[in-house]
């Protein structure tokens, strides 16, 4: 990240490179030319308040504010903030450039971001250029094949034969994907199957299939064997699309030691390839996913079944339902209620007799549409899990019934108000939340492992990003390790400002397969703060992880709300409001 010092610098440098250029872009004039009192006035705004935490909300409007003038003088002024040191700016800057790009300069403001955009020498705003222009095009705004789509497509030819950025290539990858018309991009993509990166080969293969079709196919087999488990995925799922995966390929793609491609194989079920027909092979394969060593891999497989949406998927659910524990029971369990529309529990004994009594051609319920990651998302049923009597072990009536558990904690300033929703004295939401963890983890068995995450950002230049937890690492629920974790808790105060995304994200990388996410509205900063840009990012960076967010608000607004439960429905998760649902 640069520091802030060097904006003036690098606007200087910007603006005096616009200066040589032609005054005319596109065939339209600019809206705001060099020297624009406008675009000054604005960057005063960016400089002024750059080493201010309290006023980065000045900021955020001039950014909005500079989006609306368009042209290549605010449109080069946003540059340095694609790295400042507060992150959520950079997310922002994507936005005006998306903004200027719907602008009545439109076409002036889509060359140029094709043209200085995605041939900067800085990889984070290569990576914001394509994902502002992908944007674009996903809603239908640019396209090849003539007028001023055609302006983007050599510029997006050159970035990618010569990207070596990973997340910038993936960026690239993503926008070239939804092109319209015939691009014709001379086979970079296929050459950019080879680059080491696993996430940005993964992009690349499911563009390449895209775009370059049957040609794809020979390079995308090659990738079968790339050294990055991702890469191998994104081949998997890519060829899967061609209808063009050798059946011979899948014994080693299910006994993968990484689960990234088999969960790729369980997500294409559904298309039923010739490789993978249903019924046919996809049958038994469906039922040896199901059984796969991987948790990761089963949660694909559950979901990978109910994308077929076929009522030859009951009995291999059903069978499964009574090897499972935990976690990936509850999701079988689920998937059966999304599938049928009855609540018979966990039992497979019941549901065996349910199934016998249905006969093989009964109609299952109604299909939820897919969300945009093409996920089935699970009925919420009206079961009695984590409700009081109930045998199930709940935080704030959510039902815990993993063997893993990362709660994590937004406990920025406003957790120092009061819990009650009409605002009156009274026990904190701090306060709330200490209790109830008190009893929730007196009552989880004591082989239940978990951990206690708290991520701030404090009020400081720069500013300061810190994630704690209370026991160092996963561990049992003994009761040596709950007085830590409790200890640790009763430290905590109510200050800063919270962040989600990043805190998901980093648990990634850990064998939890759910988390618990506690806060009292949407986050206030992070590399993505606004609901539409995590509830995009969020997912893509957990398609190969499948680990479940719950979601517990403890607030009333209805924003807070609906994203707190569109964050659970897109992960597998469940949302619940503290103090009841």
């Known amino acids: 990240m640069r520091p802030m010092s060097t904006v003036r610098p690098l606007l200087v440098a910007s603006l005096l490179l616009l200066v040589a250029l032609p005054a005319v872009v596109g065939g339209r004039p600019d809206s705001a030319q060099a020297g624009d009192p406008q675009v000054e006035t604005w960057v005063e705004v960016l400089e002024k308040n750059a080493r201010l935490p309290f006023e980065q909300d000045k900021r955020e409007r001039a950014i909005r504010e500079l989006g609306k003038l368009g042209g290549r003088e605010a449109a080069a002024a946003l540059l340095p903030l694609i790295e400042d040191p507060f992150v959520h700016l950079g997310d922002r800057v994507v936005s005006a450039w998306i903004q200027m790009l719907r602008g009545a300069n439109s076409a002036e403001s889509q060359t140029w971001l094709a043209a200085r955009g995605l041939g900067s020498r800085d990889p984070a705003v290569r990576a914001a250029a394509a994902t502002a222009l992908a944007l674009l095009v996903g809603e239908g705004l640019l396209s090849l094949g003539g007028g001023s789509g055609t302006e983007i497509e050599g510029p997006f030819k050159l970035a990618l034969g010569k990207e070596r950025d990973g997340v910038a290539l993936a960026a690239l990858a993503r926008a070239v994907r939804r092109l319209r018309g015939e691009p014709q991009l001379d086979g970079v993509l296929l050459k950019q199957l080879k680059h080491k990166d696993g996430t940005a080969v993964l992009e690349v293969a499911l563009a390449a299939a895209a775009i370059d079709g049957p040609a794809a196919v020979k390079p995308l087999i090659a990738t079968l064997r790339h050294r990055a488990p991702l890469a191998r995925a994104g081949a998997v799922y890519a060829l899967q699309t061609l209808d063009a995966l050798p059946a011979k390929h899948i014994d080693a793609i299910v006994t993968d030691k990484a689960p990234a491609p088999a969960m790729a194989l369980a997500e294409s079920l559904a298309l039923r390839t010739e490789a993978t027909p249903w019924p046919g092979r996809g049958e038994p394969l469906l039922a040896r996913l199901l059984a796969h060593p991987s948790w990761r891999v089963r949660a694909a497989a559950v979901q990978g079944a109910l994308r077929l949406w076929d009522n030859g998927i009951v009995l291999p659910l059903i069978e499964r339902l009574g090897a499972e524990e935990g976690r990936i029971q509850d999701d079988v369990r689920r998937a059966l209620e999304t599938y049928s529309g009855k609540e018979i529990g966990s039992d497979p004994d019941l549901w065996r007799s349910w199934g016998q009594a249905q006969g093989p051609e009964f ?159 949407r986050p206030s900063r992070g590399r993505f703060d606004r609901d539409d840009r995590i509830l995009d990012e969020f997912p893509r960076a957990n398609r190969f992880h499948r680990t479940a967010i719950n979601t517990i608000l403890v607030g009333t607004k209805g924003a807070d709300r609906k994203f707190m439960q569109a964050l659970a429905g897109a992960t597998g998760g469940r949302f619940r409001e503290a103090g009841g649902k």
């Open 363 to 521: 109609a299952p319920a109604k299909r939820p549409d897919p969300d945009k990651a093409g996920n089935i998302r699970f009925r919420e049923g009206a079961g009695g899990d984590g409700k009081e009597g109930s045998k199930t072990v709940a935080f704030f009536d959510l039902p815990l019934r993993s063997k893993s558990f990362a709660f994590v904690f937004d406990l920025s300033g406003s957790m120092r108000n009061a819990a009650a929703k009409d605002g009156n004295d009274g026990p904190t939401k701090l306060d709330l939340l200490k209790a109830e963890m008190r009893k929730t983890l007196a009552g989880l068995p004591r082989d239940t492992l978990f951990e206690l995450y708290v991520y701030r950002y404090w009020s400081e230049y720069p500013p300061a990003v810190k994630l704690t937890r209370a026991l160092g690492k996963m561990k049992p629920c003994s009761p040596r390790n709950v007085k830590q974790a409790l200890k640790w808790l009763d430290q905590q105060e109510a200050k800063g400002w919270g962040a989600f995304y990043e805190p998901l994200e980093a648990l990634l990388a850990e064998d939890v397969d759910s988390v618990v996410l506690l806060s009292d509205g």
